[in-house]
T-cell receptor, first 116, second 114 residues
């Protein structure tokens, strides 16, 4: 079974500072990786995904994540955060590109707190 | 393009009762997955439905059951409710076997069991 570890339950950063949210996953033959964001009282929104190809993936709002197979990591980064980035961030893994028959396995989440 | 919708938004039930939650998948999607998100936790996979059959299941007891209809909408049924069933229940739709592969989530149903 897959597993995901998000090492930080809460990350406070100042506005316009860089941030890294860490994610490690259990090794598997094939792995598909996702970052989802959840704003208060809302469902999950896909931020970015790694299915294959380039190990660096980017989202439209400035986030990026790098797939590192040797370290089994998929850390999320943003060079300059904004107040609107305050949310809960979930890393997820699956053995199929659409979730597979075992669905997505999520980490416990990291609460990103942006301080003015 | 219609997104994933869920009903009801909130629900309060008593321990021992039964509950049915509903999900309409995004247009063009043929697969529905259900997740349970307890407070302060990440979502946990309950099961997935494809072509009206259960396609995969997480570590949940049989009192959690589901249905998928010909229009790809889905229901999650929970019998003999327990206090620990209090959670946000998320439905996600996707296209089995064709891109885009990601799961699109609905806003969820908040279930409180008293």
């Amino acid at each position: 079974a897959q597993s995901v570890t998000q090492l930080d339950s809460q990350v406070p950063v100042f506005e316009e500072a860089p941030v890294e949210l860490r994610c490690n996953y259990s090794s598997s033959v094939s792995v598909y990786l996702f970052w989802y964001v959840q704003y208060p009282n809302q469902g999950l929104q896909l931020l970015l995904k790694y299915l294959s190809g380039s190990t660096l993936v980017e989202s439209i709002n400035g986030f990026e994540a790098e797939f590192n197979k040797s370290q089994t990591s998929f850390h999320l980064r943003k060079p300059s955060v904004h107040i609107s980035d305050t949310a809960e961030y979930f890393c997820a893994v699956s053995d199929g590109p659409g979730g597979g028959a075992d669905g997505l396995t999520f980490g416990k989440g990291t609460h990103l707190i942006i301080q003015p | 393009e219609t997104g994933v919708t869920q009903s009801p938004t909130h629900l309060i039930k008593t321990r021992g009762q039964q509950v049915t939650l509903r999900c309409s998948s995004q247009s063009g999607h043929n697969t529905v997955s259900w997740y349970q998100q307890a407070l302060g936790q990440g979502p946990q996979f309950i099961f997935q439905y494809y072509r009206e059959e259960e396609n995969g299941r997480g570590n949940f007891p049989p009192r959690f059951s589901g249905l998928q209809f010909p229009n790809y909408s889905s229901e999650l049924n929970v019998n003999a409710l327990e206090l620990d069933d209090s959670a946000l229940y998320l439905c996600a739709s996707s296209s089995q076997g064709k891109p885009p592969y990601e799961q699109y989530f609905g806003p969820g149903t908040r279930l409180t069991v008293t």
